[in-house]
């Protein structure tokens, strides 16, 4: 987990996108000291995301802000590609294994194929950017100002140098919803985005991620399965 921080963080920082890596701590160290591991990096200004939670329309402003560090990430390290059927299976065999191993402990034979396959007439043979992910982009990986400014984005253990774009909007969209609710993240994904029910200003947020990487409005639900 913390090579992969390690390597994407050196990544960013050698892709020359001062803007991007702006946001990043710079690896100072790490080691093994008195039989102890030890990781130092450099100090970020900011407050979690998390904070003021309950000031009006904060959660909107630190969207927002974290929606022009995506939009730049991912624009700069996009790679439009086809689609073909064994890229596909990469892409989501991760995510398709951990799913079925959890849920066949309730409920023995239990499979995502008819999902894949459902998606796969979705994005067999399109032209989708792969961009660089964060993996875990929620409120509590983010830095901000006082006004709700993006300041720093931390924990790059779960970055792919290629992948989904959209996701990380949609992870940060879900997480905001399970911060100012009692939902599961589970039941936000089910009662929310499956459903397609937005927020006019995350409709909003969407439509500007998908204009900035140059995809189809229509097909962000196709992403949340």
């Known amino acids: 987990y913390m090579k992969n921080h390690l390597a994407s963080i050196?990544?960013?920082?050698?892709?020359?996108?001062?803007?991007?890596?702006?946001?990043?701590?710079?690896?100072?160290?790490?080691?093994?000291?008195?039989?102890?591991?030890?990781?130092?990096?450099?100090?970020?200004?900011?407050?979690?995301?998390?904070?003021y939670s309950w000031r009006a329309a904060w959660k909107r402003k630190?969207?927002?802000?974290?929606?022009?560090?995506?939009?730049?990430?991912?624009?700069?390290?996009?790679?439009?590609?086809?689609?073909h059927r064994e890229l596909f299976d990469d892409l989501?065999?991760?995510?398709v294994t951990g799913v079925e191993e959890t849920i066949r402990e309730f409920e023995p034979g239990f499979e995502l194929k008819p999902l894949v396959e459902a998606l796969w007439r979705v994005f067999g043979g399109r032209?989708?950017?792969?961009?660089r992910?964060?993996?875990?982009?929620?409120?509590?990986?983010?830095?901000?100002?006082?006004?709700?400014?993006?300041s720093g984005v931390l924990?790059?253990?779960?970055?792919?140098?290629?992948?989904?774009?959209?996701?990380?909007?949609?992870?940060?969209?879900?997480?905001?919803?399970?911060?100012?609710?009692?939902?599961?993240?589970?039941?936000?994904?089910t009662k929310t985005l499956m459903r397609c029910r937005l927020t006019a200003w995350e409709h909003k947020m969407v439509a500007a991620y998908c204009a900035?990487?140059?995809?189809e409005d229509s097909l962000w639900p196709a992403f949340v399965s």
């Open 92 to 95: 989501l065999q991760a995510h």
């Open 155 to 189: 924990d790059w253990g779960l970055s792919m140098k290629q992948g989904w774009p959209m996701l990380d909007l949609l992870h940060l969209i879900a997480f905001q919803r399970k911060w100012r609710a009692t939902w599961l993240f589970g039941s936000v994904t």
């Open 10 to 51: 050196n990544d960013l920082h050698a892709s020359k996108n001062p803007r991007v890596a702006s946001f990043l701590p710079q690896i100072l160290d790490y080691g093994l000291s008195n039989g102890q591991a030890y990781w130092v990096e450099s100090w970020i200004d900011g407050i979690p995301a998390t904070s």
């Open 62 to 83: 630190v969207a927002e802000s974290a929606l022009h560090f995506l939009i730049d990430l991912h624009q700069s390290t996009s790679k439009p590609t086809e689609i």
């Open 212 to 215: 900035g990487l140059s995809l």
């Open 127 to 131: 032209q989708i950017p792969l961009v």
């Open 133 to 150: 992910t964060h993996g875990d982009f929620w409120p509590g990986n983010i830095l901000v100002s006082t006004e709700g400014q993006l």
